[in-house]
Structure formats: C-alpha cells, structure tokens
C-alpha cells in the first residue's frame, strides 16, 4: 500500500402552527429585520442536553461494536464476517428507512411518546443485542434497535426548539447535529476500554441503563406539545418504498461477491432496488404529506448540501470499520491499542467543530466546508499511500485520522446550517431531516462497501483489499468534495424565498 505522495424530519417540519406547503406564499421578516439574540432559559438548555445525550446514544451505537466484529464473529459458531457485517448495515438501514415514518407517527401520537417509547425500546433491544444466542438473532435486535433510533431522533429535536426563543434556534439545531456524529466518533474509544475487561456484550448490554436514565430526565425536563391538526394520511407507500430501495441497493452490494455481480439474482435485486427507488420519488412528489419533502431540493443550498452530504457520508461512518480492522488485524494491535488509536480522530473533530462553529459566524460556511471537505480527501488519500504492513503508527496513521478528524469537524455541521439558510423557518425540521436520513442511507451504502470489497481484512495478504477500499473512498470523498465547489451564492432573504 505505500506509495510515494505526488504533490428529523417531518416530526419537526413545523415547530409553531403553520398552514400551506413549500410553495404556499409565507409572510416573514427579511434577514436583516430580525431581532438580536435573545437569552436562553436554564431550562431550554438542560432539555436540549437531554436531547442530544440520546441522538449520542444512537451514534455510539452505530459505531460501537465496530472495534469488536472478529470478538462478535468467534462468538458464534459458523457465521463469517458477512453475516456480522449485516449487524452493521442493518442498523443504518433501520434508521435511514424508519426516520421519516418516526416523525410522521410523532406528530399523531405525541412527540413525547415517541421519544420515551424509543429510549424504552432502545434499552430493550440494548438487552436483546447483549444476550443474542444466534448471528440472527442479534441482527434482528440491531433493527429493533435502528427503528428505536429512529424514532428518537426527530421527536427528541422537537421537543427541544419551543424553548428556543428563535434567534437561538439555529443554535440549538446545529449543537444538536454535531451530537450524533461525534457519538459514532468516541464509540470504538470507549468500546475498547470496555472490552479490555469484559466481553463483547457488554458493549451492547451498557446502553440499556443510560437509555433509562434517559427516560427518567425525559419525564421531567421535556413537555408534550399539541399534534398538529388536519394532519393527511400517512405516507405508507413512500415508507415501503424507500426501505425496499435501499435494501434492496445494498444487498445487492454485499451479496453480489457472493452470487456474482453479472448474476440474475443479483442483477433481480438491483433492479427490485431501482424500481422502488423511482416509486419512492414519484410518490414523495405527489404525496400532499410525503414521508420526505423533496421539494426543498429545489433551493441551491439545500440540494448542493445533501449532494456533498451524501458523497462524503459514504465514506465518514463506515472508514470507522476500516481503521480498528486494519489496525488490529494488519498491525496485530490489541484492542485497546486500537480503541486509544481511533480516538485521535474524534479529538480532533471535537476541537475542529467548536472552533470553527464559531468563526463561521464571521466568515461564512461555504469556504471552511470547501477546505473541510478537501482535507477529508487528504487524510484519505495519506492512509491509501501511506499505510503498510510496517507498524509506523505516528507517522502514517495518526497524521490521516487527525486530518479527517480535523477536516469533518469543518465542515460536517456546518454543511446542514448552509442547507438551513436557504428554507424559512417552519422547514428547519423537515430540512434537517432529510440531511439526516441523507446520512444514513449513504452510510449504510459505505458499510456495504467495506463488507463487499474487505473479503481478506487479516495479514500481509489483506494489503490489496485494504487498497481497494480506501480508493473507493478516496473517490467518494472526492467526488464530494468537488461537489462542495458548485456554486451555491448568498442565500435569499426569507421574504425573497416565500415569493
């Protein structure tokens, strides 16, 4: 491998009454207008707290049991790193195919439910994963647990904004972003401490008490809104639309080494997959209530956002696999070496998100998510040259995950804000949504990669499959990255987006 180097959703559509849809005419005050930054009650940030403390329970589980694939694997007789593997992708299936649903049931049933019945589902499919018997079993309590996530996700948002006065409430939507990713971030850290004193379910198994805990601070911080009235029937079609697409797309991925990528059977699947995919699109723009508000793919902001969104997120979830395989299985470290290695990437993202949060409210998104995106590639770009069967951990690996760490961090959070400069108010939920499940699917996309393309993960001989993923992400990320130079210009005032 070394080379040398040449040069939420609708659950939150509206937060405040509001009638008509994306093209009904909408009266509000020009940018400009606005009043200054109100005071934040105690209160809205201890709710807001709750709310993302969950969505981080949902990313560490993402990623958590990442560090951990070849304990899961030898723990059951018989399965192979495929079968495993599912375990992964299905949860991002689950989530990205449930999240729009969610919000949908959020508003008829009560966002408060929904966030409490997720967190006492999370905590029970928690103890499901951690007391599996059978590789299917576990993979059935990692979409039980999905669908939790998912249902988490957007009402946990909703409940939070109200108390945001609404000069705050970008604020709070951005902090709230950041948490999710940045929990998948420190999982595979903290997995490995976990490991090096227990076993492999306990890593699912400690998830059920915080998800209680949860549920406890939920009881009396966060208040019950009121549905909104003369709500249309649910998009079911869309709902089964979209989850037989993306199914469908990626058991064509993984499966296809298997049956043969020039095969019927997997030609059928693929097929099944674009099929539902064009129905799902169909359907989103005819549905008076569709599960995901397309239109707003309309706005320059919002589609060039979800584009790059898509291409990097393909890379940004599932190179959390690689790196702890590569590491343990190439370099032959122990798993807490590998946890406190992986961990320089998510300091970094932590670091870069806090401070560039800040500066882009003097400067602007657009440049640091274009220098964001860039190092991203870099960083990719160093591991695909840099890394080999020598144990060079500091001067090959560290630089690239600090790098992307670094890089993510830029331009990762701040890639939703652009999308929410472009939309009114009342479609900060449904914006934020759609780059949510943007996300997912594509990282359920990426993990199918690595389990497609990784067939060998262990010893010299695992050199070229490790080759050939990380330039599948080098293209990915960037093919993004290109994409974060479309032009995109200011974003109109709300008055000019309402015309």
């Not at 108390?163 to 490995?192: D, K, M, N, Q, Y």
């Not at 990097?312 to 979830?317: A, L, P, R």
């Amino acid at each position: 491998m070394r080379r040398q180097i040449p040069v939420v959703l609708s659950a939150v559509r509206k937060i405040l009454p509001v009638e008509g849809s994306l093209s009904a005419p909408v009266v509000a005050e020009p940018i400009s207008a606005r009043a200054p930054l109100e005071a934040v009650s105690p209160r809205a940030w201890r709710a807001l707290w709750v709310a993302s403390l969950a969505t981080v329970l949902v990313g560490f589980n993402s990623t958590a049991t990442n560090i951990a694939l070849d304990d899961i694997q030898s723990g059951f007789v018989g399965a192979t790193a495929a079968d495993v593997g599912w375990g992964v992708v299905g949860f991002f299936i689950g989530t990205a195919a449930f999240l729009p649903l969610a919000g949908r049931l959020a508003d008829r049933i009560g966002r408060k439910r929904i966030f409490q019945l997720g967190l006492l589902v999370f905590a029970l499919s928690a103890v499901f994963s951690a007391t599996a018997g059978t590789v299917i079993t576990l993979n059935l309590s990692r979409v039980l647990q999905a669908f939790a996530g998912a249902a988490i996700l957007p009402s946990s948002l909703a409940l939070v904004l109200p108390l945001f006065p609404e000069s705050r409430r970008t604020t709070a939507v951005g902090l709230w972003s950041a948490a999710g990713p940045l929990g998948a971030g420190i999982a595979p850290g903290v997995a490995a401490l976990i490991l090096a004193s227990s076993g492999w379910r306990i890593v699912y198994l400690v998830s059920a008490p915080l998800a209680l805990l949860m549920f406890w601070a939920g009881q009396s911080l966060l208040k019950e809104l009121p549905t909104p009235p003369n709500q249309q029937k649910l998009d079911l079609v869309g709902a089964a639309a979209g989850t037989v697409a993306i199914g469908a797309v990626v058991t064509a991925i993984m499966q296809g080494r298997i049956w043969g990528y020039t095969s019927a059977l997997t030609s059928a699947v693929a097929a099944v997959g674009v099929v539902s995919f064009v129905l799902f699109l169909a359907n989103s723009f005819r549905h008076p209530e569709p599960l995901l508000n397309l239109h707003l793919l309309r706005r320059r902001g919002v589609m060039v956002a979800n584009t790059v969104n898509f291409l990097v997120g393909i890379t940004s979830q599932s190179i959390w696999i690689v790196w702890p395989l590569f590491m343990k299985n190439v370099w032959n470290f122990s798993t807490l070496q590998v946890g406190m290695g992986v961990t320089l990437g998510p300091i970094a993202a932590g670091f870069s998100t806090l401070t560039f949060s800040r500066l882009a409210d003097r400067i602007g998104s657009i440049g640091l998510c274009r220098l964001g995106t860039a190092l991203q590639v870099f960083a990719v770009f160093w591991h695909f040259t840099q890394l080999s069967a020598d144990i060079n951990f500091w001067s090959d690996f560290a630089p690239g995950i600090m790098l992307y760490g670094l890089g993510w961090g830029m331009s990762i959070p701040l890639l939703n804000g652009i999308a929410l400069e472009w939309v009114e108010e009342q479609y900060y939920g449904e914006t934020n949504g759609l780059f949510s499940t943007v996300r997912y699917v594509s990282a359920a996309i990426g993990t199918a990669a690595v389990f497609a393309l990784l067939t060998v993960n262990a010893g010299v001989e695992a050199l070229p499959y490790y080759d050939q993923i990380l330039g599948f992400f080098l293209v990915a990320s960037a093919s993004g990255a290109l994409a974060m130079w479309i032009k995109i210009g200011k974003a109109p005032k709300l008055s000019e987006m309402s015309s």
